[in-house]
């Protein structure tokens, strides 16, 4: 069983792919990820694969409350100043 907090950033990625497209890209015109990789780049910074506190928090249970407020910020028009601010497809 998932947690809310996981249950909640899945369906944000769904809710932001389908309102913005599914690929999130850099400013600079380097890498481009999915909602999740993208909310991962947010938080953890630009090499979230290996940050140690990604590792260790990918080992909980469920996310922890400040990844979900960095999610709803996002949703709420706080775009990251690493992301190229898409626009609304629908």
Known sequence: M???NTQFVIDWTNRMAWKFG????EVDGGKSWDWGQALCREVYGKGWSNDPQFLADDELPDVPDWFV????KWEAGEWP???EKL????
Do not use: C, H, K
Request: hydrophobic share 35%.
């Open 2 to 4: 998932r947690g809310p």
């Open 22 to 25: 599914g690929t999130v890209y």
């Open 69 to 72: 407020e960095a999610a709803q």
């Open 81 to 83: 100043a690493w992301s």
């Open 87 to 90: 626009e609304a497809r629908r």
